[in-house]
């Protein structure tokens, strides 16, 4: 598909499916509306969300394992186990996470779990989309890193923290992971760090890195239909653009759910 409607997708995927949680779910229910338009059917979407939570949870618990294993003692006041001990097994499971990933990539093999099966994407996507997953969890994490106040952790100790919290965070289920990500953010922090600043710091991280795109995103589909509708804000907007059409009629409900029920 064009790079444009990816781009529409995957923006309004993320910010519902981060924000509301689920985002198999919630994000892959817009991403449907998006590109069932352009020809993928429910099946192609699901994998397309599929492949996305993956991509993240793997690539977070490999960022996550790498980062503990180099900083050990950033879960030390949580963890029960010595900084050691938490090097040794953070090292093995990075290593054995990254080997099993690239060995079903290299030789094409499926990994059945019960009745699922996961196929490894080519090594060159599984790269790419590795990179991109850390750069992605280190620019979230710095967003945080620059709110938090003097005494927090180094920023290398602290995406040990953040990742950690983010993993937490999705395992739970809440939406956003509200509450389960900062509950280890504020035990992981140091003695005389003060909590009401950290407590400030995430309350803006969560209003930046959340509140604001699913802003954003309602205001795309509630303008669009606003829009599609015609009427007074299409004199005051103009006409939805030819090649965007079919984007936003799937990003808005065309048929009323009760029409049916008539």
Same mark, same amino acid.
Request: proline letters at 6%; charged letters at 10%; aromatic letters at 10%.
């Given at each position: ?29 817009? &991403? ?28 977070? +618990?490999?960022? *996550? ?11 030390? *006041? ?35 779990? &019960? ?17 991109? +997953? ?6 979230? @994490?710095? +967003? ?21 919290? @983010? ?8 939406? *956003? ?41 309602? *205001?795309?589909? @509630?303008?669009?239909?606003? &829009? ?35």
């Amino acid at each position: 598909m064009p790079l444009r409607i990816v781009a529409v997708g995957g923006f309004l995927g993320y910010s519902f499916g981060n924000t509301i949680g689920i985002s198999v779910v919630s994000g892959g229910a817009v &991403r449907y509306r998006i590109y069932s338009a352009f020809g993928l059917n429910a099946f192609e979407v699901a994998s397309v969300s599929a492949f996305v939570a993956l991509a993240f949870g793997f690539g977070i +618990t490999v960022i *996550g394992l790498g980062a503990l294993a180099i900083h050990p003692y950033a879960l030390e *006041g949580i963890v029960p186990f010595a900084p050691a001990t938490i090097r040794v097994w953070a090292g093995l499971g990075a290593v054995a996470l990254v080997a099993l990933l690239g060995w079903l990539s290299l030789t094409g093999a499926t990994l059945r779990i &019960r009745k699922a099966e996961i196929s490894a994407p080519s090594p060159g996507i599984l790269v790419g989309q590795l990179v991109f +997953t850390l750069i992605d969890t280190a620019m979230a @994490a710095l +967003t945080l890193h620059v709110l938090l106040p003097q005494g927090a952790p180094d920023f290398l100790t602290f995406l040990a923290i953040f990742s950690a919290a @983010a993993m937490a965070g999705v395992l739970s289920h809440v939406a *956003g992971g509200v509450g389960v990500f900062e509950s280890v953010v504020i035990a992981a922090m140091p003695a005389g760090v003060p909590l009401e600043q950290v407590a400030a710091a995430l309350l803006l991280y969560r209003i930046i890195y959340y509140l604001v795109p699913f802003a954003l995103a309602l *205001g795309v589909v @509630a303008l669009n239909e606003g &829009r599609l509708a015609g009427g007074l804000a299409a004199r005051l907007l103009g006409e939805v653009p030819e090649p965007l059409k079919p984007i936003m009629k799937s990003a808005v409900c065309r048929q009323r759910p009760w029409a049916n029920l008539r």
